[in-house]
């Protein structure tokens, strides 16, 4: 790179952070706006370096600046924290000793490490929570209209930006901005279910009403089966325990789901045809997918790293993706449970179950099973179809999760209830 034009990189680089890191509320839309843009890399001494990445680091710088602006989490809190961060340290130990090429699960730890912190900040700043989520869904909107008309572009045979091919089904896959087309149904899924929630009514009609509707017709385009039926899921229990959002429930999803039944029936696009067969996992990607859990397990079982496990995301240093076998690409562990166990074995399996068991005992104690529910499942459901365990797209819930419940169960409720308990209403 010519000298100069490094130089101006990185000054531009240190006048964004200083701005970014003069407000809170400054890190919290970054933070939001960033995980929905992680398509786009740089590369910094052999590392792929994101968006999202620089805003986790500059909530972690946060975290040192401004002690007054952080709320203290209780004891299960932080017995969940310390769970993740022995995982990580377990997490990199194992890839040392066990993956092929330490530096690509390097790579993914530091991703990781840095959505850690990010998590952490999310939690410890509650009063950031409204901005967050109301931004949140806007971004979901716009990124809903632009893969609707990204896919339309490409189906017409005017461009390809934005899409990506299926190689399996045939037709175009919308990513928009994101690493591909299944993350950003995930991020669709979990911000469509807040959006129909509406969380302490911090998010207004008119983007909740949008997200709602734009949600199954933009997952759509993104041939992601596993999105689809984790958003009906998830807009199901929103009914069920969340009595104020039925009607936006049933408007919306009558009007999206029409919508989305006429795509299918008036679309040419090949890659629709999976959506004729929901739970299929006997063929097409579902079959591929199982086939690859399968052999993930196998070959954990037969190895002597058990209990550390073969390294982080080292499955693709070991296989390629069966999908498309002529580029030459890494394959990945799409079944989170298993990627957790593959790649960190039984110590990463303890360590996450002893951080959930955490989180889930605030949250019970709390009260807050309805929307607990309505997001959880949805995510554990197209997790077993994807792999987004490092991104902040993740995070930002186990960030939540970790603070949303903390200050009433610590009895705070009086002191946080302009900001804490509208959420969980």
């Given at each position: 790179?010519?000298?100069?034009?490094?130089?101006?990189?990185?000054?531009?680089?240190?006048?964004?952070?200083?701005?970014?890191?003069?407000?809170?509320?400054?890190?919290?839309?970054?933070?939001?706006?960033?995980?929905?843009?992680?398509?786009?890399?740089?590369?910094?001494?052999?590392?792929?370096?994101?968006?999202?990445?620089?805003?986790?680091?500059?909530?972690?710088?946060?975290?040192?600046?401004?002690?007054?602006?952080?709320?203290?989490?209780?004891?299960?809190?932080?017995?969940?924290?310390?769970?993740?961060?022995?995982?990580?340290?377990?997490?990199?130990?194992?890839?040392?000793?066990?993956?092929?090429?330490f530096n690509k699960s390097l790579g993914v730890l530091i991703w990781c490490a840095l959505s850690f912190l990010g998590a952490i900040w999310v939690s410890t700043h509650p009063g950031e929570w409204p901005k967050m989520l109301a931004v949140g869904v806007w971004c979901a909107v716009v990124a809903a209209v632009l893969?609707?008309?990204?896919?339309?572009?490409?189906?017409?045979g005017i461009s390809t930006i934005g899409v990506q091919?299926?190689?399996?089904?045939?037709?175009?896959?919308?990513?928009?901005?994101?690493?591909?087309?299944?993350?950003?149904?995930?991020?669709?899924c979990l911000w469509g279910i807040v959006a129909a929630w509406n969380p302490g009514q911090w998010i207004k009609r008119t983007p909740r009403t949008l997200a709602v509707l734009l949600a199954p017709v933009a997952i759509l385009t993104t041939h992601t089966r596993a999105a689809l039926v984790a958003l009906l899921l998830g807009l199901f229990l929103v009914f069920i325990f969340r009595r104020t959002a039925r009607p936006l429930v049933i408007g919306a999803g009558?009007?999206?789901?029409?919508?989305?039944?006429?795509?299918?029936?008036?679309?040419?696009?090949?890659?629709?045809?999976?959506?004729?067969?929901?739970?299929?996992?006997?063929?097409?990607?579902?079959?591929?997918?199982?086939?690859?859990?399968?052999?993930?397990?196998?070959?954990?079982?037969?190895?002597?790293?058990?209990?550390?496990?073969?390294?982080?995301n080292s499955f693709g240093q070991r296989h390629l993706d069966p999908t498309q076998p002529f580029k030459n690409l890494p394959s990945y562990i799409g079944n989170l449970p298993l990627q957790i166990l593959y790649d960190g074995g039984v110590v990463a399996a303890a360590a996450v179950a002893v951080a959930v068991t955490a989180v889930i005992y605030i949250h019970l104690r709390a009260r807050h099973l309805g929307l607990v529910l309505a997001l959880a499942l949805p995510y554990l459901l197209f997790s077993i179809a994807t792999s987004v365990l490092w991104l902040f797209e993740t995070w930002f819930w186990v960030g939540l999760a970790w603070g949303a419940g903390t200050y009433l169960v610590a009895g705070q409720r009086s002191k946080q209830r302009e900001v804490t308990a509208p959420l969980l209403a």
């Open positions: 790179m010519n000298p100069f034009i490094a130089v101006l990189a990185v000054l531009l680089v240190g006048y964004f952070a200083l701005f970014v890191l003069q407000r809170d509320s400054r890190i919290a839309t970054l933070l939001v706006i960033a995980m929905f843009v992680t398509r786009f890399t740089v590369n910094i001494a052999g590392f792929s370096v994101r968006l999202e990445m620089l805003a986790a680091a500059l909530a972690g710088v946060g975290l040192l600046l401004r002690h007054d602006a952080r709320r203290r989490l209780t004891t299960a809190a932080v017995v969940s924290v310390a769970a993740v961060a022995i995982w990580l340290v377990s997490g990199t130990f194992a890839s040392a000793i066990s993956s092929p090429e893969a609707v008309v990204a896919w339309t572009m490409a189906t017409l091919d299926d190689p399996t089904y045939g037709g175009w896959a919308a990513f928009v901005a994101s690493i591909e087309a299944n993350v950003l149904a995930g991020l669709l009558i009007l999206g789901g029409g919508a989305a039944a006429g795509l299918i029936l008036r679309s040419s696009d090949a890659g629709f045809s999976k959506f004729s067969s929901l739970l299929d996992t006997s063929s097409g990607t579902g079959g591929l997918r199982r086939q690859i859990n399968e052999l993930a397990l196998h070959e954990w079982l037969m190895s002597n790293a058990q209990l550390q496990g073969l390294g982080w």
